[in-house]
């Protein structure tokens, strides 16, 4: 039986030490299937006027958003077996023969709009509206990866599915969202599409820059991926009716959780919006979102009936916080760190495949997660996004999955050396887009409209090297790799399709 008591203390805990550091907080909710059981709330939504963020503030949901898609889509009786290209017009082939459900569980290799921008200059803050992005992905030259073979994060299959509603239903998804949802279930919540867009009490969204706190800007489309915003009450409320299948959400759960699987029939952890983990011997549903200046998570146990949310408005981890409070309402241990899992930078034989660790961290390929004890031996990740499993053969190799995907990399020598192949200027004619690596070891990156950015590079074998460019409080580490016919890719966890040529040879026809 849950102890609402000892939830409760924890959470007054965690959100007492945000008011006494004074600075951005955010509210912390336990619920069950009857609605919100106790409501903890500490610091400020705006550090400027000194207002303080409550249970009620507004904030921005991010990627929490993506199951409320998901749902919707189900209720409007769209086939998650139908490929994009039959929903959408003007889709790339490769696109276009994906289907809708392998778009929004994450195993469609679809390129994430955001790293694809990045990529190609485009600042995180840049005001570009939908049907801007929108073209540039009908302009995408394919895939990171054959549909199926791996779970990697991306947005933009949830972008795809909310352009689905205008073309198939003929009305936009802000309004099937309305009349399925919103209305029938009584909440207060709002989808604005950009940052622009005035939310009546929104929370502002902070950021941690050395010593003192930044504003978290992100002028780019959010689309239905990551664009609602609500209190930490109206997300609690929500999903308490999903927990109790209340009203439209009838059965609902079951179709969100249920079962997704790669393309050689394993089951992946990943879900049309939720996230399957395991706290003990309990199984847990849940999602995070991130947006710049705001984080967020919850975590529910079905079987209990029984769930927490984590809002803030400081870019921080929402998710540990999420799982202590979690722990206390199950009365279970939190997850032990690895024991002797080693540390340092890691990387495929081949391939832009590439990981590096601390004694309880991985980024992988630019994704960051979490490291505890695996039951097997070695470490696995919570998840918050991705499913990581790697134990160690000494001290130098690591063998696993990352995503589902088998992945084996080993330590990158201390003093790896650039490969002086990589240097010179490559262009991506298509693009227009020039790239620029120097001998000495640093290069200068595409970036706003000619500006370009700088970089150091890192040195991994076989002719890589890893890039490392600020976006805020976010960093986009991509790795460039020399082909076998001479090109360079450029290639993040997230989009791995952008191909430069080097000056003056023929350029990319893909």
């Not at 290209?85 to 994430?112: I, K, Q, S």
């Not at 933009?156 to 073309?167: E, H, K």
């Not at 879900?271 to 011997?281: C, I």
């Not at 241990?333 to 660790?357: K, Y």
């Amino acid at each position: 039986m849950p102890d609402w008591n000892r939830a409760a203390t924890e959470a007054d805990i965690i959100a007492g030490a945000w008011t006494g550091a004074a600075g951005p907080g955010g509210a912390i909710l336990t619920f069950d299937t009857g609605g919100i059981r106790h409501a903890a709330s500490g610091g400020l939504a705006s550090i400027e006027h000194g207002l303080p963020f409550t249970p009620e503030t507004p904030n921005r949901y991010a990627s929490i958003s993506k199951h409320f898609l998901a749902a919707t889509l189900l209720l409007e009786g769209l086939s998650l077996d139908a490929p994009l290209g039959a929903l959408l017009e003007g889709l790339p082939a490769a696109l276009g023969a994906v289907p809708l459900g392998r778009a929004l569980d994450m195993t469609a290799a679809l390129p994430d709009m955001m790293e694809v921008l990045w990529q190609r200059g485009v600042p995180f803050t840049a005001s570009l509206k939908a049907e801007e992005i929108m073209a540039v992905a009908r302009g995408l030259p394919g895939l990171n990866a054959a549909p199926g073979t791996e779970m990697a994060y991306s947005n933009t299959g949830w972008r795809l599915a909310q352009a689905v509603f205008p073309a198939q239903r003929g009305v936009p998804y802000a309004e099937a969202l309305r009349r399925r949802l919103l209305e029938p279930l009584g909440l207060l919540i709002a989808f604005p599409e950009d940052e622009a867009e005035a939310v009546p009490g929104l929370a502002t969204g902070y950021w941690r820059d050395g010593a003192s706190w930044r504003r978290g800007r992100y002028g780019v489309h959010f689309s239905a991926s990551g664009g609602l915003a609500g209190s930490a009450a109206a997300l609690a409320e929500w999903l308490s009716s999903l927990l109790a299948g209340r009203g439209p959400l009838a059965g609902m759960l079951e179709h969100l959780a249920a079962p997704r699987h790669f393309a050689d029939g394993s089951e992946s952890l990943y879900r049309l919006g939720l996230v399957r983990s395991a706290l003990g011997a309990t199984t847990l549903l849940g999602h995070g979102g991130s947006l710049p200046g705001y984080r967020n998570h919850f975590l529910m146990a079905p079987e209990h009936g029984a769930g927490v949310v984590v809002l803030t408005n400081r870019e921080e981890d929402a998710l540990w916080p999420a799982l202590r409070v979690m722990a206390a309402l199950l009365r279970e241990s939190l997850p032990e760190a690895p024991q002797g899992f080693p540390s340092g930078l890691f990387a495929a034989a081949e391939g832009p495949f590439w990981a590096e660790t601390t004694a309880a961290s991985i980024t992988y390929m630019g994704a960051y997660e979490h490291l505890v004890a695996a039951p097997e031996g070695g470490a696995r990740s919570l998840p918050a996004y991705l499913d990581v499993r790697f134990r160690a053969e000494g001290e130098d190799m690591l063998a696993g999955t990352v995503g589902g995907a088998a992945r084996r990399l080993r330590r990158v020598p201390a003093d790896q050396a650039l490969a002086p192949a990589l240097a010179g200027t490559w262009q991506e004619a298509r693009l227009g887009l020039t790239l620029h690596i120097r001998a000495d070891g640093t290069a200068r990156f595409p970036w706003a409209g000619g500006i370009g950015a700088e970089t150091a590079l890192t040195p991994l074998p076989g002719g890589r090297a890893l890039a490392d460019l600020a976006h805020g409080p976010w960093r986009h580490r991509p790795c460039l790799s020399l082909e076998p016919d001479g090109s360079l890719r450029v290639a993040s966890h997230r989009a791995r399709v952008l191909h430069f040529h080097r000056q003056n040879e023929p350029g990319d026809d893909a």
